[in-house]
């Protein structure tokens, strides 16, 4: 499984900020893509998960209205659309999957793969 985030930047507050997760190797249809995010000094938090088959997803309180994920299995990739940016959302993105439901995926990050990270940065 191969996993790889892309699409952070620096943007201003109030912006909007589309993160892509392409994946390879996921050829069970039981697998979940999710995003994380770590910010400095904090531990690394849950936002988003959806389901590779059943397009089921689920996201974390935190981020429920302004973030939204999507996938594109013809492409293999899953998306990660953030609106309403404020610099609380700075942090390293990380994109992973597991043989896991998205609300699964919510409550534990044992056995993910994980892709490298791609930094978003929110100006004030």
């Known amino acids: 499984v191969q996993l790889q985030a892309s699409g952070g930047g620096l943007v201003r507050a109030g912006d909007s900020l589309r993160l892509s997760c392409t994946h390879s190797?996921?050829?069970?249809?039981?697998?979940?893509v999710g995003w994380f995010r770590q910010a400095p000094g904090k531990e690394r938090a849950f936002l988003a998960a959806i389901g590779r088959r059943s397009g089921i997803s689920y996201y974390a309180d935190s981020v429920k209205g302004r973030f939204s994920i999507s996938r594109d299995n013809t492409n293999n990739t899953v998306n990660l659309q953030m609106n309403s940016l404020n610099p609380e959302d700075t942090a390293v993105y990380y994109c992973a999957a597991g043989m896991t439901s998205a609300q699964t995926m919510a409550r534990s990050s044992f056995r993910l793969s994980w892709g490298q990270g791609t930094q978003v940065t929110v100006s004030s």
């Open positions: 190797g996921l050829t069970d249809s039981r697998w979940s």
